[in-house]
C-alpha cells in the first residue's frame, strides 16, 4: 500500500486541470485511509469543542434550516449519488474519462441493481416531496465539451438519462472544444438529455466580477440556451465549484429572464458526498469521476454506494473564506444516534485533520487554517471530506468546500 500512496501523492503534481486537483489530493488520502488501520485522532486543544460556537448555531434533529418545507431527517430516507464528468478519451486524465471507463461504470450500474434518475428526482427527493429510491444514481456533464459525443450513444444504448451543464460563451463562439447549438438540440430531442446552465463565461464568479456582472452573466447563459432550444435551464452549476454565501442567494432569487418568469429549483457544487435529506438545495454535492478515480475498484464502490450524513447546522456559515480569518475549526451538528466514533475528516494539499465527536457535534480541527500557504491565484478552493462506516461495507460521507479570498466582502464570517 505505501508504494501506491507515495506515487499518488507526487503524482498530483502532473495534474493540469486546477477544476478537481485538491478533490484528487484528499480521495487519495481517504482511500488509504479507508484500507489502512488508520487509528482516530482527536482534538488535544485545551479549550472545549464548541467554545466558540456563535449563538445561532443550532443543534439537534429538529433544527434543520435549509428549507422551510422539510422537516427532520429520518435516517431511513435514503439518499442518492450524483456523478459529474467532464471530458471523455482527451489527454488530461484528472477530467477525462476514457470510452472505455465509461461504458464499464454504466454496465456496473446495470448489473449491480442501482436505478439512473434523472436530475429533478433527485432534487425532488431532497426537497421530501418523493422518497428516494434504493441505489439511484444522477449522471451530470460540465462544459458540454465536444468529446461528450462519443459517450452520448452509450447513455442512449442504456437509455439512461442525464443533464449537461453548458456555458454559453463557448457554443456562441464555436470553440473547437465545444458542442454546438445544434449538438445541444440533438440531446434535448433524444429525450433522455437536459440541458442547464453553467454560466455564460465559465469565469470565477467569486473573486473576479461583481454581483451585477455575475447576475448578469448566468442570466444572459439562460437566455442563450432558451433562445436556441426552447429550453429554460431548471439547474444550475457553479463555475470551478466556486462559491460565496452572497452568490447563492442571487442564484436562489433570480426570477425572470427574457420577460418570462425563471426560477432555479437547485444548484450544484464540485463538493463530494452523496444528495439527502438535509443537502443545502443550492449547495448539492456530486462525485467527480475522472480517469484516476474512474476504474471499478473498491473506492469506486464505495463513493457509489455512500450514504448522506445528514448535517442540520455548520460553522463556519459562509463558503466563502478570507486567508485572514484563520478558520482551522469546522462545525457540524448531526443526529447524535448515530454511532460517528470511527469518523474520519481529510482536508486538502495534505492538511492533516483531528476529529471529536460528541452528542452530535462534530468538530474538525485542522493543524493549518484553511488557504494557509496557498500562492497559487488558481487555487482558491480548499475541501474537508468526513466519511464514517455505516454497514454492509457502506460509509457516511459528507464533504465541505469553501472558496478560499483575500480582503473580500465575499467573505465576511457570516
Known sequence: MKPLFFSSVFSIKNIINKKIK?????????????????????????????????PS???????SNFSEDRGPCDLQQGSAVVIMYHKFDESYKSTSVTIEQFMEQMEFFKNNGYTVVPLDKVVSAAKGHIPFGKKWIAITIDDAYKSFLKAKPILETYQYPYTVFVNTEAVDKQFKSSMTWEDLRSIVQSGLGELAAHSHTHSHLVQDVSSEQRQRDILFSVERIYQNTTVMPRFFSYPFGEV?????EEVKNMDQVAARSFQFFAA?????GPVGCSSDLFTLPRF??????????????????SR??????????????????QV????LSTDPK????????????GNKAHVHVSDGLVTVSLEQPLGFGLSNPNDIRERVNCTAPYRDGRYFWYGREFTILKNSAECDNK
Not at 480521495?27 to 482516530?40: A, E, K, R
Open 268 to 272: 450544484f457544487s464540485t463538493q463530494s
Open 57 to 63: 448555531f443550532k443543534r439537534g434533529i429538529n433544527n
Open 22 to 54: 485538491a478533490e484528487n489530493v484528499f480521495i487519495t488520502l481517504l482511500f488509504v485511509c479507508l484500507f489502512t488501520s488508520c487509528q482516530s485522532t482527536f482534538n488535544n486543544n485545551s479549550s472545549t469543542p464548541g467554545d466558540d460556537l456563535p
Open 338 to 349: 448515530i454511532d460517528l466514533s470511527n469518523m474520519r475528516c481529510f482536508a486538502s494539499r
Open 328 to 331: 482551522n475549526k469546522i462545525y
Open 308 to 325: 448522506h450524513l445528514p448535517v442540520y447546522d455548520y460553522h463556519p456559515k459562509n463558503k466563502a473564506i478570507c486567508v485572514e480569518q
Open 288 to 305: 467527480a469521476i475522472n480517469e484516476r478515480y474512474g476504474v471499478i475498484n473498491d473506492l469506486f464502490k464505495i463513493k457509489m454506494n
Open 244 to 248: 460565496s454565501n452572497n452568490l447563492i
